[in-house]
T-cell receptor, first 117, second 113 residues
Framework: ETGVTQSPTHLIKTRGQQVTLRCSSQ?????VSWYQQALGQGPQFIFQ???????GRGNFPPRFSGLQFPNYSSELNVNALELDDSALYLC????????????????FGPGTRLTVL | AQSVTQLDSHVSVSEGTPVLLRCNYS??????LFWYVQHPNKGLQLLLK??????LVKGINGFEAEFKKSETSFHLTKPSAHMSDAAEYFC???????????FGTGTSLTVIP
């Protein structure tokens, strides 16, 4: 069973640029969540996608946007990068078992370290 | 609203001694609670979860946690610390809609040889 994978591992951008981060969910998982983890902090929820639709959003501005594809992989896009966007971005997937309800356990990828200069 | 408070930002123990990492939760409903561990430059790994079954939950690597509703606590314990346990530990509560995890601020565990 393949776990959650994310790319790239590290990324350096300058203020004002745009960035796209990618995530492949664990096999059999159709729900993907994104989190931002600033240095020394706990992860903060950005948003979740289920069956290609946004299914909840945290307190992040609209310049943070996402997509989920039919194969359940996902992208996080951030426009107009700011210095405070420098963080570890984590993707997590969870299964939704049809007929058996939700399994809300989230399985995390290794993250993408974004540095904004 | 749901939240968790990790009572210690740093805990140091000697190898072979017990570990106690404290977590209190706030929730308006019966919560689902999790402990995750994060080793340096690694992703978050699930240690254990409580989802309203047995109040004493056993996880991986010898860790366990007890859900105490009267104390709104979900403390993580291990009888004997190992050097490989040194990491950041996060207590997490799930939102009632199930689509969001609320993380605590983390507890950094140091294991002294």
């Amino acid at each position: 069973e393949t776990g959650v994978t994310q790319s790239p591992t590290h990324l350096i951008k300058t203020r004002g640029q745009q960035v796209t981060l990618r995530c492949s969910s664990q096999s059999g998982h159709n729900t993907v969540s994104w989190y931002q983890q600033a240095l020394g902090q706990g992860p903060q929820f950005i948003f979740q996608y289920y069956r290609e639709e946004e299914n909840g959003r945290g307190n992040f501005p609209p310049r943070f946007s996402g997509l989920q594809f039919p194969n359940y992989s996902s992208e996080l896009n951030v426009n107009a990068l700011e210095l405070d966007d420098s963080a570890l971005y984590l993707c997590a997937s969870s299964p939704h078992l049809i007929g058996a309800g939700w399994d809300h356990t989230q399985y995390f990828g290794p993250g993408t370290r974004l540095t904004v200069l | 609203a749901q939240s968790v408070t990790q009572l210690d930002s740093h805990v140091s123990v000697s190898e072979g001694t017990p570990v106690l990492l404290r977590c209190n939760y706030s929730s308006s409903y019966s919560p689902s609670l999790f402990w995750y561990v994060q080793h340096p430059n690694k992703g978050l790994q699930l240690l254990l979860k409580y989802t309203s079954a047995a109040t004493l939950v056993k996880g991986i690597n010898g860790f366990e946690a007890e859900f105490k509703k009267s104390e709104t606590s979900f403390h993580l314990t291990k009888p004997s610390a190992h050097m490989s346990d040194a990491a950041e530990y996060f207590c997490v509560v799930r939102s009632n809609t199930g689509n969001q995890f609320y993380f605590g601020t983390g507890t950094s565990l140091t294991v002294i040889p």
